[in-house]
């Protein structure tokens, strides 16, 4: 999960009709009963033996049928010439999603914050909830803290924990999935919540007047591109030493070597941040125009913000619900705190943001926002975009479906500030913080439909008092140990 606004919204692909039946016979009447009675031409191609492959003459045949239809038509001059979302959208959808809410948190702190090009939404939706209470604290009615500082240390604890992953599986081939897997992202821009409480954990947090975004911060391509090949080569290295049986000693020396150079590239490209370990100060104006000054530490600094008391609840419906999952060497910190999720039915989910809410807590939410929403009037609504009026065709994979085909996964952080309930408390829509500037949805703020949260919000982050205790009992139980590769690995 955790891309730029132009990299973070995936490509949205035609989810295929999971099939019901096993012969052609039942497909036929699957199609039946779905589209109508069928051209003849149809019924002879779903009578035939010879499907195996593609035939010119037979695709020609349904072009031709295809087209007797008036409305296909239609639908070839409208969307041949243009963005297929955008001419499919309802417009009584878009009516039907008001920024009104019931149930919010006291106060929402500018400004809308911009992760740019590059890959740190996880960053900016914690920096994001993490900025309400330090805006309580210091008296402030605009502040963002430093996501270039997270990210900075989040680079250097990446490289070492790929370094180290590299040197733990130097014995498997190195064409294994799990090797193959480990090399594809070393170091990239993506993170999880438990990464967050890791980071923090150890490098606290500094205002972002202290460490503003360099280039390379809002355009990170470039500079993850370099590291990752450098890791690359260093990772071959480091499999070669272990292999040939080299001192505990000599490997040691050569990762240090390989991390300095990373560290040198950080510092180049992010500039050298604030000593983790030392005081800074801060010179700011509070809400009433006075000047201030505060002199500490980053880990001083971070200290109301409590990380580690927050844990995810997840909707995961593949796995069995009151459930400890974690992913396998998924992490940053090296002998960090492991990514761990309490695996709930979406009801308990939902209960849970609403508790936090009502307590005027914000929420850190993963989610698939390119599904079935648009940036421009920040809607996500399952019933925004009608592929059916423009294609004839169902879609109609299950949750649980989707994550087990690819079709989809956590690929974006955000924030929960508010929620409409009904009369009998249940939720409508909720309001939703992007980090994608305030030129997107409503000065940056977003409506999610509540049908929307319960098949794409995957994650949110919650306060132990948000839940029972059966569910807060559930962080007790040894955890399942879903593979690397597995959707739920996916880093927003």
């Not at 939706?125 to 805006?135: K, Q």
């Not at 250097?156 to 190195?174: C, H, P, R, S």
């Not at 609840?313 to 940053?332: A, C, F, K, M, S």
């Not at 000065?443 to 807060?472: C, I, L, N, T």
Request: charged fraction near 25%.
């Amino acid at each position: 999960m955790g891309a730029a606004q132009s990299v973070e919204r995936p490509v949205r692909r035609v989810a295929v009709e999971p099939p019901p039946y096993t012969t052609l016979d039942e497909k036929f009447d699957a199609l039946r009963i779905s589209h109508g009675k069928p051209s003849s031409i149809t019924r002879g191609v779903l009578s035939s033996r010879d499907l195996s492959s593609v035939s010119a003459t037979r695709v020609q045949e349904y072009i031709v049928d295809i087209l007797k239809d008036p409305k296909n038509q239609l639908s070839l001059a409208a969307l041949s010439k243009n963005n297929i979302n955008a001419v499919l959208e309802r417009p009584s959808t878009i009516v039907a999603d008001r920024q009104v809410f019931n149930v919010s948190i006291p106060e929402e702190i500018a400004p809308v914050t911009n992760q740019r090009a590059s890959g740190r939404c996880w960053i900016f939706a914690a920096t994001n909830v993490f900025r309400i209470a330090l805006s309580k604290k210091y008296k402030l009615q605009k502040f963002e803290l430093s996501q270039a500082y997270l990210f900075f240390w989040d680079k250097v604890e990446k490289a070492n924990y790929f370094l180290e992953t590299t040197l733990l599986t130097a014995d498997q081939d190195i064409d294994s999935r799990l090797v193959s897997t480990l090399t594809s992202s070393p170091v990239g821009d993506g993170g999880q919540w438990d990464m967050i409480v890791n980071l923090v954990s150890k490098y606290g947090l500094v205002p972002q007047t202290l460490y503003p975004d360099s280039f390379n911060a809002k355009a990170s391509r470039p500079m993850d591109s370099l590291i990752t090949t450098k890791l690359r080569q260093d990772a071959l290295i480091l499999r070669a030493l272990k292999n040939k049986g080299a001192s505990a000693s000599d490997i040691a020396e050569a990762k240090q070597r390989m991390m300095q150079d990373i560290v040198r590239i950080l510092t180049i490209t992010l500039g050298p941040p604030p000593p983790a370990d030392k005081p800074f100060t801060w010179e700011y104006y509070d809400s009433k125009k006075t000047q201030r000054t505060v002199t500490m530490t980053p880990l001083e600094f971070a200290a109301p913000i409590e990380v580690k008391k927050y844990f995810s609840l997840i909707n995961d419906p593949r796995n069995e619900y009151g459930q400890l999952l974690t992913v396998d060497l998924l992490g940053n910190v090296w002998q960090g705190q492991p990514i761990t999720y309490v695996n709930v039915d979406r009801h308990i989910l939902k209960s849970a943001c609403v508790a936090m809410l009502k307590a005027g807590q914000p929420i850190f939410f993963g989610s698939d926002v390119g599904k079935q929403s648009d940036s421009s009037y920040g809607i996500m609504d399952t019933d925004l975009i009608d592929y059916e009026l423009g294609f004839d065709i169902k879609l109609g994979l299950t949750k649980a479906q989707r994550l087990q085909t690819g079709e989809s996964a956590m690929t974006h952080a955000m924030v929960l500030t508010a929620v409409h309930l009904d009369s009998d408390g249940k939720p409508v829509r909720w309001r939703v913080e992007n980090s994608w500037s305030d030129t997107v949805g409503t000065d940056g703020y977003f409506v999610m439909s509540d049908k929307w949260m319960d098949e794409f919000v995957y994650q949110a982050v919650v306060h132990p008092d948000a839940v029972s205790k059966e569910v807060r009992d559930i962080l007790k139980q040894k955890p399942k140990v879903l593979p690397l590769w597995d959707p739920m690995g996916a880093l927003a």
